[in-house]
């Protein structure tokens, strides 16, 4: 086992589910409660990683974060050398292909809520804000417990979009499913199946987990 290569993944999948639990929850709220022209559009493109190979994910953040592009001359700005080759890079990186799998459930969940609950909240006084805490998260939450732990178990597999932003830096940008392909690569089959073994037992344990809690909160 590559523990060094684990902990990056352990790091990267923690980000990416930290990341996307602050910037994914405001944007599916929006997309469920409000209708405007182009609505469609904002979906295709939430929703375009899932159809996309995640070669040409990375390929595009490093065109986009290039030293000479607006964007990497903004960064260059703020202090931020690059992107490439970085931990905070594959986190990026992972963040825009995991953005589906969080983003999806979120919106399902908030739509799920009852029209009328969140009118009768506001009908009686009730700011939106105490609204959308008090009312609309608690019982959207399953819905949001199934996308964090969907982006949090997709983002321990990261292959592609990794490779190919971060490169393969032991310590650095070098996760379980690089090592994995290294030890194939170099015929070592055992070492390989390690740590394939391990990362199936770990998402399939988590997935296990989020079944049970969800059912548990549909019982109540």
């Keep these: 086992m590559d523990w060094t290569a684990a902990w990056v993944t ?5 980000w990416t589910t930290g990341v996307l639990c602050v910037l994914g929850l405001p944007l599916a709220y929006w997309l469920a409660t409000t209708r405007f022209p182009g609505r469609g559009v904002i979906e295709a493109l939430v929703t375009l990683p899932l159809v996309l190979p995640p070669t040409v994910v990375g390929f595009y953040l490093l065109v986009a974060t290039a030293p000479d592009s607006p964007i990497g001359r903004m960064l260059a700005a703020l202090g931020i050398d690059r992107v490439a080759f970085t931990f905070p890079g594959i986190v990026l990186g992972s ?16 739509q ?3 029209r009328r ?5 506001w009908c009686l006084g009730v700011s ?16 949001i417990l199934t996308g964090l732990v969907l982006s949090f178990a997709h983002s321990l597999g990261e292959f592609g979009v990794v490779l190919m932003v971060g490169g ?3 310590g650095v940008t070098r996760t379980l499913s690089i090592a994995i392909y290294d030890e194939v690569q170099a015929l070592n089959y055992a070492a390989a199946d390690r740590m394939a073994l391990a990362l199936v037992g770990f998402a399939l344990g988590v997935l296990t987990l989020v079944y049970l809690l969800e059912r548990k909160g549909l019982r109540r």
Excluded at 10 to 14: D, G, P, Y
Excluded at 95 to 110: E, Q, S
Excluded at 128 to 143: C, D, E, F, I, S
């Design 168 to 170: 393969n830096i032991p």
């Design 95 to 110: 963040v825009l292909f995991n953005l589906p799998f969080a983003v999806r459930p979120f919106t399902a969940a908030f």
């Design 10 to 14: 352990l790091r990267l999948a923690l």
């Design 117 to 121: 609950l969140v009118e009768a909240a």
């Design 128 to 143: 939106r804000w105490r609204t959308l805490t008090g009312v609309v998260l608690p019982l959207a939450w399953p819905g």
């Design 112 to 114: 799920s809520v009852e």
